[in-house]
């Protein structure tokens, strides 16, 4: 079983202590998200051969904005069978649209201690979402991203990018900063088909150069459900890959997960044991903040 550690909430960052009882307690409890009464046990019993995949965490995959607590217990961990990666989304927008974010410059060189602990297989990074307004225009995406890259260099291997989607409770966020004159963001990401977003030209353009920026850094870069980009040079890839967990762990990695309500996700099934609401962070353009 890959457990997800969490799209929903930053708990490496705000909850790494309670994680790791969970993990000393051998499980923990999840509330279905769309339904409260509906809760979830799901064991976090480190690998072992005599219990069946449902019964065990075969792979922790972390997700976060700041792997410290990762890198301080990555030995641990490892001591206690459990096998992992971490991808950090590291994307160093202005404090009006991440008010609470860390110091970039400190998270890469967590980044950089992490990957001599546990290779840079290991530790992805995730530029996402590309979000567009009057502070964060196209020129600021190419300098921005390149200046990461090159600080980047050599500690991933692997990078994810996608897309803002216009997701309700962020964009009414948005636009209360739109009204009170400090932002404009840049709508219409895409024109839909079919209920499928297809992004604009100039996005794609923009998504073209980033892509050589990462190649040249020696980064493969892939897309988070996006539609096909592969003649950006951008592979649609999976957050949750099976077979990179394969190849990495020697595990068998679960199928697609069908129930993804993103049609262009490719990540394998996994459970999250995370839960959506207010994200210290703050992240205005943020999906999981309620």
């Not at 950089?112 to 196209?138: C, G, H, M, Q």
């Not at 600080?151 to 636009?175: C, F, G, N, T």
């Not at 209360?176 to 932002?183: D, N, V, Y």
């Amino acid at each position: 079983m890959i457990i997800s550690v969490s799209r929903r909430c930053d708990i490496p960052r705000f909850s790494f202590d309670w994680f790791l009882e969970k993990l000393d307690a051998g499980f923990v409890e999840v509330k279905n998200p769309f339904n409260a009464h509906q809760i979830k046990r799901v064991s976090l019993l480190p690998c072992s051969p005599d219990r069946s995949p449902d019964e065990h965490a075969e792979v922790l995959a972390f997700w976060t904005r700041d792997p410290a607590s990762i890198l301080e217990h990555a030995e641990e961990l490892e001591q206690r069978g459990y096998c992992f990666f971490v991808m950090t989304t590291l994307t160093s927008y202005p404090a009006l649209l991440e008010p609470n974010a860390p110091v970039a410059e400190t998270v890469i060189l967590t980044m950089r201690k992490l990957a001599e602990k546990i290779t840079p297989d290991r530790v992805i990074w995730r530029y996402d979402p590309i979000f567009l307004s009057n502070l964060t225009d196209f020129e600021f995406h190419r300098r921005n991203f390149s200046g990461l890259a090159t600080r980047l260099k050599d500690a991933v291997r692997r990078i994810i990018v996608s897309v803002y989607d216009e997701y309700p409770a962020a964009e009414k966020r948005l636009s209360a900063l739109e009204k009170g004159g400090s932002l404009v963001s840049f709508a219409h990401y895409g024109n839909g088909l079919s209920g499928e977003r297809l992004l604009l030209p100039e996005i794609r353009d923009l998504l073209a150069e980033l892509a050589t920026i990462a190649q040249s850094a020696g980064m493969e870069i892939q897309s988070c459900a996006e539609e096909d980009l592969s003649s950006l040079g951008i592979r649609s890839g999976a957050c949750i890959d099976g077979e990179y967990i394969s190849r990495l762990f020697g595990v068998k990695a679960p199928d697609r997960d069908r129930f993804q309500k993103r049609p262009n996700c490719l990540c394998c099934k996994s459970v999250d044991i995370g839960s959506y609401g207010h994200c210290p962070a703050g992240c205005v353009y943020c999906y999981g903040l309620r």
